[in-house]
Nanobody, 134 residues
């Protein structure tokens, strides 16, 4: 079973920065695709960023971002430490929510399941809370 554990959530002021981490254990299946999602109270879980860990992402390239965070957030990984990161800059109150790390094996047809929604991802962490205040 794949285990994912997020950390780094905090309460910060708008305009500030925060870095989230996700430590992954891949014990059964290949999970070369990883992603960050977030969910605000009463809203659906939203895909924020996706990264292909081995360069076989497919037609979307190595990374994808939601339009609302493009230019402000950066997804990255440290393969040696099995750790995924999300660097968040110029934070807004709309960025508040619980952030989740997700992982999945790539699909033969199109690679990582970017833009397919939360049900396309096999493994999930329990989340870390981010609160942005004015």
């Amino acid at each position: 079973q794949v285990l994912l554990e997020e950390s780094g959530g905090d309460s910060v002021q708008a305009g500030g920065s925060l870095r989230l981490s996700c430590v992954a254990s891949r014990s059964t299946y290949s999970t070369n695709c990883m992603a960050w999602f977030r969910q605000a109270p009463g809203k659906e879980r939203e895909e924020i960023a996706v990264i292909d860990l081995d360069g076989s992402f497919g037609p979307y390239g190595r990374t994808t971002y939601a339009e609302s965070v493009k230019g402000r957030f950066t997804i990255s990984k440290d393969a040696a430490k099995n750790t995924l990161y999300l660097q968040m800059n110029s934070l807004k109150t709309a960025d508040s929510g619980t952030y989740y790390c997700a992982a999945s094996a790539p699909r033969e047809e199109y690679g990582c399941p970017a833009y397919l929604g939360e049900n396309a991802w096999e493994y999930w962490g329990k989340g870390t809370l981010v609160t942005i205040s004015s």
